[in-house]
């Protein structure tokens, strides 16, 4: 795995299966209603939407690999990512496998702002930001244990790297967590 991947990793990793970063842990969880935030559909130009829709394609895809771990054709990532993302996905869906370990539901992604960012020989960078809620989803083991709730953060900013190559397709490149709650 490449080092600077590495973090991303983690950050994923901990949100699906509990941990804090920092050694933090959190209060635990009540039998509460968890608040709604509620935000105005943003107004994007057609460039901005593909590049969320590809996030939302590249979450549903990496979902139903998770879920489906023993069947999936992993390779299938492929469609929606490329490099680093993608390899790190195969990287994390081989431990799962190792140990037994799928995923339960699948995480949201709201989008809330879309940022063109530069052109270089992959294509034209968008960065997609919003709210990454993990609320209904989890890892668990062959019994449908969860392998890891403590201190799960189940709201939290994210961001997307969206490439749009010269033949218009749209690959998610990067995800990172950001300090910040939605």
Same mark, same amino acid.
């Given at each position: +795995? ?14 699906? +299966? ?63 990512? +490329? ?8 990287? +994390? ?58 201190? $799960? $953060? ?9 490439? $749009? ?18």
């Amino acid at each position: +795995m490449k080092p600077w991947a590495f973090p991303l990793l983690v950050v994923l990793i901990c949100a699906l +299966m509990g941990c804090t970063l920092g050694g933090e842990v959190s209060p635990t969880p009540t039998d509460t209603e968890p608040s709604t935030v509620v935000t105005p559909a943003p107004q994007w130009t057609d460039e901005e939407q593909e590049a969320a829709d590809a996030v939302q394609r590249y979450i549903d895809m990496w979902a139903y690999i998770g879920q489906n771990i023993v069947e999936a054709d992993w390779l299938d990532i492929f469609q929606v990512a +490329m490099y680093p993302l993608s390899d790190n996905a195969q990287e +994390m869906w081989q431990n799962w496998f190792t140990q037994g370990w799928h995923l339960e539901g699948a995480p949201v992604f709201t989008p809330t702002q879309v940022q063109m960012g530069p052109v270089n020989h992959e294509g034209q960078r968008y960065y997609v930001y919003g709210c990454y809620v993990i609320e209904d989803s989890f890892v668990s083991d062959k019994d449908g244990n969860s392998v890891g709730d403590d201190g $799960r $953060r189940e709201r939290g900013l994210a961001f997307f790297t969206v490439i $749009r190559t010269e033949q218009g397709e749209h690959f998610v490149s990067d995800s990172t967590g950001e300090d910040g709650s939605c």
